[in-house]
């Protein structure tokens, strides 16, 4: 992989011959496991400037119209996150000459406090290209990455690492992005960063712009103002819409007509008639494609992180292919069309458990290879972990064109259709009510199609081997029941955040670099010493992070959150107000005082706690660092998802404790997510 230092270049060309399509990705660690930021995106025209609002892309602005630019999330990487984004190259207008690659803090938070940080760029295939590494970032919260440029119609990466101390809005305003007008009173007059491109030497480092003296918020910086497409011209609002309106479906459901519970709704995407595993795979490939065909937004959310472009989206079923003296039918075909140019991807699905096979995921990557497709994309039940893939396929490295192989599982197709039917929206109610068919469809018990939900052959004589203490260090057992515990955490985030509509991501409290099998099998022999299996759950907009562990020899789960402490008032107070954020809380819940210095303060339940919470106060006068809430409950004993299995108790434990303690804490911020949706309501 090319090294980049900072101030340096490199053309995109001389990197790779796949360079249309590229993903960008930022990273960062946190030795606390909680460190976070946001990326951002600004097209910048020959003076250095956005065109209008509209080419600044954040969190509330993820997607370009027309698909050159698509922010696509974060996924956990050892310590930390990566945050991707996904550019189409061949959709960038002419007229924009740089992109700025950008990430912001907030909270107070800045980037010296995070580990690792670096850039990284991959091709349209997938296959990493380049890396520049950041040594120091320094007490600033917002900073830039590095830029991509047109010089003599090439496509060049530049190293940049500039910081703004001013956050996401000052670096926002030097490159002419209108804030709202409330925010605007608030700040001192903007000095522009030097980052204009090189005349010469075409290495020139960039020089950062001076930091101002006060931050302004990241609640003022404004979602991008689209373009007018009316005819008639509309008031200009001092205060630009923080979100585009689309169409979401209520949860509560309305009124039934029927006449009795034996009733049932009429559906478009009917379960009834599905006999067998092979009925079950065709209908639900057939469906999942076609509202990806139908819905541009759920299709693009599907794909680009595939390397797909934006563009036109057909897709088609049971498509015969020569291969050898027979040919071959992969589940699925997906097409999209850009400018001219096809991108083509090979679908191959399984549902009800099945597992992939790999001579079938061979012969696909082979037919893909020698056809000029860009992708095969296996879709089942299981859960892909990183550095470990689910089918092992051979690349033959004589071949000039190369082959990408995804995985999706069906959980993520729940979770995104849950992200935009009931968070996001789409662009028109019969859409939004595709979405809805889709989702009942994914969800219902005769489909095949609910994720993960086995944990393997090797769950019972690990749990038998911990219980007669006869489990040994090394035993490959462990190891696979460690692989399905980090499934099915994985799967857990998925449906709280498509629940909640925010970001959940596991915590993995390693440093970069570590490699993942490895740590796996570090974790195995920890089970086979202390019979637990650990997980943590980082939700934005919560103080702490949710921590899941699964005790093997008392058969409980326990879930908890540690939240600090105030940093002003007294102890009592902290004590009394914890008590009524905790109302609606079980009486069970166990309260641990964290003091400094000592192992732990006192304990006692919320029962106990609400007529004295002076009693949750350390008698000798020590220092509270904070507060632990826990809750248990018993552990499924069963491998599978059925009422008393495993997966269902650690699905349902999360899920109670999230709903009846997490979500009534209240952080020390608050949810951009809900301050963007009072805006938006405002607006």
Not at 362 to 379: H, K
Not at 656 to 670: D, I, K, N
Request: with cysteine.
């Amino acid at each position: 992989m090319y090294e980049l230092v900072k101030g340096a270049n490199v053309g995109l060309a001389a990197l790779s011959e796949s360079v249309d399509s590229v993903i960008v990705s930022l990273d960062w660690t946190s030795s606390t496991g909680e460190g976070d930021a946001d990326v951002s995106v600004l097209l910048l025209d020959g003076n250095g400037k956005v065109r209008s609002d509209g080419d600044f892309y954040f969190y509330n602005n993820p997607v370009a119209a027309d698909g050159s630019v698509q922010l696509l999330g974060k996924t956990p990487t050892g310590g930390g996150n990566q945050d991707r984004i996904g550019f189409d190259l061949t959709a960038i207008p002419d007229d924009v000459e740089r992109i700025v690659v950008a990430a912001s803090r907030y909270g107070g938070a800045h980037f010296g406090e995070l580990d690792d940080l670096q850039l990284t760029l991959a091709d349209g295939s997938g296959d990493g290209l380049l890396r520049f590494a950041i040594e120091d970032a320094g007490a600033v919260s917002a900073f830039i990455f590095g830029e991509l440029y047109r010089r003599d119609g090439v496509w060049k990466i530049r190293a940049v690492g500039q910081g703004y101390a001013t956050g996401l809005a000052g670096l926002a305003t030097d490159f002419g992005v209108d804030i709202d007008d409330d925010a605007a009173t608030e700040e001192t007059p903007a000095d522009v960063a030097d980052v204009a491109d090189e005349e010469s030497t075409d290495t020139a480092p960039v020089t950062p712009a001076e930091d101002r003296a006060s931050a302004v918020p990241l609640e003022a910086v404004p979602a991008p103002r689209t373009p007018a497409d009316d005819a008639e011209p509309k008031k200009a609002s001092a205060r630009p819409r923080t979100a585009k309106k689309k169409v979401t479906l209520p949860k509560a459901a309305k009124k039934s007509l029927a006449e009795n519970d034996s009733w049932k709704d009429a559906r478009l995407f009917p379960v009834s008639a599905l006999k067998s595993d092979r009925d079950r795979e065709m209908r639900a490939t057939s469906v999942l494609l076609s509202v990806m065909a139908q819905i541009p937004e759920f299709g693009r959310r599907l794909t680009a992180a595939f390397g797909a472009p934006a563009g036109r989206m057909e897709t088609f079923t049971e498509v015969s292919l020569p291969h050898g003296d027979t040919p071959r039918r992969p589940d699925g075909v997906i097409r999209v069309e850009r400018a001219g140019k096809l991108w083509t991807a090979l679908v191959e699905t399984k549902t009800n458990g099945n597992a992939l096979k790999a001579e079938q995921v061979q012969a696909y990557m082979d037919i893909a290879a020698r056809r000029g497709y860009e992708a095969v994309i296996t879709l089942s039940n299981d859960v892909a972990l990183e550095g470990s893939p689910l089918v092992d396929v051979k690349i033959d490295g004589r071949r000039k064109h190369k082959v990408a192989l995804w995985h999706l599982s069906w959980a993520e197709v729940t979770h995104q259709a849950q992200m935009l039917i009931r968070h996001e929206g789409v662009s028109n109610m019969a859409h939004a009510w595709l979405l809805q068919e889709l989702l009942h469809y994914l969800q219902h018990e005769n489909s095949g199609c609910h994720g993960f939900q086995n944990m393997g052959p090797a769950w019972v004589p690990v749990r038998n081997g911990i219980d007669d203490e006869t489990l040994c260090q090394g035993d490959a057992r462990a190891l696979e029941v460690v692989e399905s515990w980090e499934r099915l955490i994985r799967q857990v985030c998925l449906g709280l955040g498509g629940e909640l509509g925010q970001k959940v991501l596991p915590v993995q409290r390693s440093r970069r670099g570590v490699d993942p099998g490895a740590l796996r099998t570090r974790l195995a022999d920890q089970l086979c010493l202390e019979g637990r299996l650990q997980a943590e759950l980082r939700i934005e907009g919560t103080p702490g992070v949710l921590a899941v562990t699964a005790d093997l020899r008392t058969g409980r789960i326990r879930t908890s959150v540690e939240i600090p402490a105030p940093t002003q008032g007294y102890p009592l107070t902290w004590a009394k107000r914890l008590v009524r954020r905790l109302a609606e809380a079980p009486a069970d819940l166990h309260v641990e005082t964290l003091v400094e210095g000592e192992t732990g303060g006192p304990r006692s339940t919320l029962e106990r706690l609400r007529p004295e919470p002076g009693d949750m106060l350390p008698k000798n006068g020590l220092q509270i660092t904070g507060f632990r809430l826990s809750l248990f409950k018993g552990m499924g004993s069963g491998r599978g998802n059925a009422e008393s299995g495993f997966i269902r108790s650690v699905n349902d434990a999360v899920t109670r404790f999230h709903g009846t303690v997490v979500a009534h804490l209240e952080g020390g911020q608050q949810t951009r997510r809900a301050a963007s949706a009072e805006r938006s309501v405002s607006g």
